[in-house]
């Protein structure tokens, strides 16, 4: 395994070693004053932003720096990406000053994959940070790293992702991963907010929210994307809120057990009440948490491990 570009496809047996790396990693380092492990010594990974970000950015840098890799943090706004220079450019020349690795996340889909391709001949291992609407494979991963901890399990669950499932690169993600480790999956949005082909997805789709929560384990929320919504939102804020925001009645409705999660950032009062992120069933905190370990364990596996980027 040489990249992570999405979860479609994903060998279950690499998605299932990444989240054993990641949990041992999180015991070995739970309670050590100095977080810090050789293993990544003398390997340079570099991020590549041309969205903004701030969990993905600031875990992969702490997850690269607990690994003791060489962080660099290249922001298009203070590249030469600003004087016109490609993205194919860019990542060779990131490629040629010694990247090990390359993180990056792009408005295009397909970017990743793209740069995965440019690089081809040089060695140097591609991680998707999220590309346009595509997908977010380590956002799954930490998903289901948080599920696992809470659930016990991932197979065998039934998983509510609710909202803009449409332009969600982390929903498309998560649907594959988490059909690959063995949940089911129903979407829960209007259908306005569904891709084209979600028949030919591993998934049932419903549009009535109350009906679902009580038959679930866990309810993944997702941020309402209106910067990739140029035609205008529909339905609006307010009925949107109405129809599919978690709310504290409706968090009643969910099984005792039943974890709420959200990827974040969070659109508190539309998407998700501040009493339902801030309840003991939300796992929101856990999963900025467990990014890090996740992305220590990626990081791990592409760089270190079996199969491992030269
Ligand atoms: N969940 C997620 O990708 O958050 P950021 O955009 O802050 O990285």
Known sequence: MKHLLATDG????????????????????????????????GRTVISMFYENSTRTRVSFEIAGKWMSADVINVSASSSSVNKGESLRDTALTLAAAGADCLIVRHPASGAAQRLAGWLSHVGTAVVNAGDGTHEHPTQALLD???????????????????????????????????????????????PTLLPVGVESLPVTVSHELDAELPTVDAVMML??????????????????????????????????HAVVLHPGPMLRGMEIASAVADSPASAITEQVRNGVHVRMAVLYHLLAGEGAAA
Request: hydrophobic share 45%; proline share 4%; aromatic share 4%.
């Open 10 to 41: 994903l060998d279950p047996a690499f998605a299932t070693a990444v989240l054993d790396t990641a949990d041992e990693l999180k015991h070995t380092l739970l309670g050590r004053e100095v977080r810090k492990l050789p293993t990544l010594r």
């Open 144 to 190: 289901a790293a948080t599920l696992r901890e809470r659930l016990g399990s991932v197979e065998g669950r039934r998983i509510a992702i609710v909202g803009d499932v449409l332009h969600s690169r982390v929903a498309r993600s998560n649907i594959h991963l988490l059909a690959a480790l063995g949940a089911e999956v129903v979407l829960v949005a209007p």
């Open 223 to 256: 941020r309402v994307q209106a910067e990739r919504m140029h035609g205008g939102f529909f339905p609006s804020a307010r009925e949107y809120s109405i129809s599919y925001g978690l709310n504290e009645k409706r968090l009643k409705l969910l099984p005792e």
